[in-house]
């Protein structure tokens, strides 16, 4: 479905960019980006507080994390141990982010419900930390993130 032209236009006016997202099998939404530089695919996640990170991926990124007390919920998991980093630069389409706190935590179990529904694995999620920040509003008809910068 093409992006709702009214919409877009309004929001582009008032300097929004429009990020497409892609629909998962199981009917997530997604989106691909770079994370310092490495190509990285992070599940749009409205109900997380905040962006994070799968541990795998965060090794994979050279990303140095360090031990924290708190527990996280969500993501079919009632309590995991987290980590904290720092993400140098996170892009999104023409949108560049710098120094991006982030959770590190095991989501194999998030990764494995993907594998089931053939679906890729995911990076990480973008949570309502940086959505909020950046006044996100989705346009679920065109399948569009739009933020402002």
């Known amino acids: 479905m093409e992006p709702t032209p009214a919409l877009r236009a309004f929001l582009l006016n008032l300097g929004y960019v429009a990020l497409p997202l892609k629909k ?9 980006g770079t994370l310092n530089n490495q190509p990285v695919l992070l599940m749009l996640d409205t109900g997380a507080s905040h962006t ?3 541990e795998q991926s965060a090794e994979r990124l050279h990303l140095l994390s360090e031990a924290s007390d708190e527990k996280a919920g969500g993501l079919g ?13 996170l892009t999104l389409g023409e949108l560049r982010f710098e120094s ?9 179990h998030v990764n494995a419900a993907l594998a089931v529904a053939n679906a890729d694995s995911v990076d990480g999620i973008l949570g309502a ?3 909020n920040h950046h006044g996100a509003i989705i346009d ?10």
């Open 24 to 32: 998962s099998p199981l009917n997530h939404f997604e989106l691909r």
């Open 140 to 149: 679920y008809g065109s399948s569009t993130l739009y933020l402002k910068p």
């Open 100 to 108: 991006v706190p982030a959770f590190v935590a095991d989501l194999s």
């Open 129 to 131: 930390d940086l959505l």
């Open 52 to 54: 994070g990170l799968d």
């Open 77 to 89: 998991n009632s309590e995991m141990t987290v980590s904290q980093c720092v993400i140098d630069t």
